[in-house]
């Protein structure tokens, strides 16, 4: 599977999902400075973490999901919750390469700034797209033993 | 930041266990494992001591 951009699922959004978007990004980064600066770094660092618009984003996917089976005449929650359970298993491994990031920058950063936070940046690709690797090729072959069981199925007496 | 992403780590396996097995509704289930975000994140913080 080759990963790549697809501009045109920008339209499915509405603007106003957008700025839900941008406002709780926004908050988000507000609350986790305010924290710093009242009760250190090393907390408000925590706060960094915070899955702050994946509530909106996974809501926002579901919508989605359940608004295209609709217009094909289909009851869409079930795809819909698949949809955002799929979102979610992408966040898990993003949250790796996230920790590879912080790691590899804390361990750095005494060196020199700039040279720590290019290696982090390196280290968080590095780490995401492996993670994605290792997961695609872990699920591929449960994959392929799930549609064969399917055809057998389908080819006997159910 | 490295036991917040711990955290995310575990609240987003949640969430998905939370919508596949349970078949939990999106926000709901996004909500409820904001607050296991919160415990394992300022758990493992100040376990580690508040260094990292």
């Known amino acids: ?158 | 930041m490295i036991w917040g992403s711990v955290a995310l780590l575990v609240y987003s396996i949640v969430v998905c266990q939370l919508l596949m097995r349970f078949r939990w509704n999106v926000l709901p289930a996004t909500l409820a494992a904001l607050t296991g975000w919160l415990a394992v994140a300022l758990g493992l913080h100040f376990a580690a001591g508040a260094g990292a």
């Open chain 1, 1 to 158: 599977m080759i990963v790549k951009v697809s501009f045109s699922s920008l339209k499915d959004g509405r603007w106003y999902e957008y700025i839900i978007r941008f406002v709780l990004g926004g908050a988000a980064t507000v609350v986790t400075g305010v924290i710093s600066s009242r009760f250190g770094a090393s907390v408000g660092g925590v706060f960094l973490a915070l899955p702050a618009i994946f509530c909106a984003s996974a809501t926002l996917i579901q919508k989605h999901e359940e608004r295209r089976k609709r217009e094909a005449g289909l009851g869409g929650e079930r795809r819909g919750q698949q949809a955002a359970a799929l979102d979610a298993a992408g966040a898990a491994l993003g949250s790796l390469g996230m920790a590879a990031f912080a790691l590899a920058f804390w361990l750095l950063v005494e060196r020199q700034t700039l040279m720590a936070f290019a290696i982090a940046l390196g280290a968080w690709i590095a780490m995401s797209i492996a993670a994605w690797w290792v997961w695609r090729h872990s699920r591929l072959p449960r994959a392929r033993a799930g549609g064969k069981s399917r055809r057998s199925t389908s080819n006997g007496f159910a």
